[in-house]
């Protein structure tokens, strides 16, 4: 039986949902002669870590009770009465990850998965590299860092999964890998990569207010708390910034042209989500209203995608034909169309859900056993 040591950085939603599909996959995993072993967890101030790295695990009690702390809003460090296990506060965290790192890395192996939001476990994944240790990654920040930075992660191409930084569970690394690999040249990329926005630009087309579209959006749970965390763009300009650097784009989050859903009047300094929802967002409705009405009589719908083509690397909203993969699509889910020399006139077309802790947990799954074969 194969043995992976993991250790997870991050317990929010996709973290504690990717514990749980470890939990409940043990049996298929037992029949393909892979168990995987979770030595360690951590969230933003704690990091709980089992008796003798080398030898022993948190058991499957231990992770179940994780899940359940964490789904309370209590910090890890709850769990030192728990079980068999090591606390460390935040102050050791990050000794104590490379100290791990640096005897597994090299020994028995040890994959670092990263399924926080946080820009702080940069540092520690550049590290775990050098360390020999493999990185999968759900968290996008890391790979939109600085090119110093991502050339790092990326120095080891068979150690590093990130399929879920773009779209989840959809496989959109592995197959422009792919295409690249066999030396297609890929000339344009168009995608909606944010279901939150997808299901907004869908929504008006049908002659919906902005301000409904995104209240309705929010109580659905398709947006952030603060719905402009999503209206904003940055998190589709993080996913371009990740396919234009595999495209072998060297360029950095400036080089981006992102266009916001609302101006720098209605920011999270200046209104509150309350009344963002209430004044800000209705003064927005005729703008995005006469837009759709200008693209629809031209036989086109408007879409929030990422451009990645040439130079030109850009998020906004576009006008695109409504007969085109793109202009089909309805609700959350996301789309990529890839254009390259053999996907001229009709480009690869990736579609489906791009969201949603499942979904995403899944996705880092299949990353963690696609990188068995480099475990003892």
């Not at 102050?91 to 946080?118: I, P, R, Y």
């Not at 209605?266 to 200008?294: H, N, Q, Y």
């Not at 489906?352 to 074969?373: C, E, H, S």
């Amino acid at each position: 039986m194969k043995k992976m040591a993991l250790l997870l950085m991050g317990c929010g939603g996709v973290g504690r949902q990717l514990l749980r599909h470890i939990v409940s996959c043990r049996s298929l995993h037992a029949t393909q002669g892979v168990h995987l072993r979770v030595v360690g967890v951590c969230d933003s101030k704690s990091l709980v870590v089992a008796p003798d790295a080398h030898t022993s695990e948190l058991d499957d009690k231990f992770l179940l009770e994780v899940c359940r702390v964490k789904e309370d809003g209590s910090s890890l460090s709850k769990l030192s009465g728990f079980g068999a296990c090591q606390v460390f506060a935040h102050s050791e965290l990050t000794a104590k990850v490379f100290n791990m790192a640096s005897h597994l890395g090299k020994s028995t192996g040890l994959a670092v998965v990263d399924c926080s939001a946080s820009s702080e476990t940069t540092e520690i994944l550049s590290r775990a590299i050098d360390l020999g240790c493999c990185i999968v990654l759900a968290n996008k920040k890391p790979l939109t860092a600085t090119m110093e930075y991502y050339d790092k992660l990326v120095s080891q191409p068979r150690r590093i999964r990130h399929e879920s930084t773009v779209g989840a569970g959809l496989p959109i690394i592995a197959s422009l890998n792919r295409i690249l690999s066999s030396g297609d040249p890929v000339h344009r990329l168009v995608g909606s990569l944010s279901g939150t926005l997808g299901y907004v630009m869908s929504e008006v087309e049908d002659g919906k207010p902005l301000s409904q579209v995104v209240k309705t959006a929010k109580s659905l749970g398709y947006t952030e708390p603060d719905p402009r965390d999503d209206l904003g763009g940055m998190d589709v300009a993080r996913k371009a910034l990740i396919l234009a650097r595999l495209l072998g784009r060297r360029i950095t989050m400036d080089s981006i042209k992102v266009e916001s859903l609302y101006p720098d009047e209605m920011g999270p300094t200046v209104m509150s989500v309350d009344d963002f929802l209430s004044k800000g967002l209705p003064l927005l409705d005729k703008s995005i209203c006469e837009r759709v009405a200008k693209a629809s009589v031209s036989g086109k719908v408007l879409r929030y995608v990422c451009v990645i083509e040439g130079t030109r690397c850009e998020v906004g909203i576009q006008e695109l034909p409504r007969d085109s993969p793109l202009g089909r699509l309805r609700g959350s889910d996301n789309v990529l169309e890839v254009y390259t020399r053999c996907y001229n006139k009709q480009p690869l077309v990736i579609q489906g859900a791009g969201a949603g802790n499942d979904t995403t947990a899944a996705g880092v799954l299949a990353d963690i056993l696609d990188i068995q074969d480099l475990f003892p």
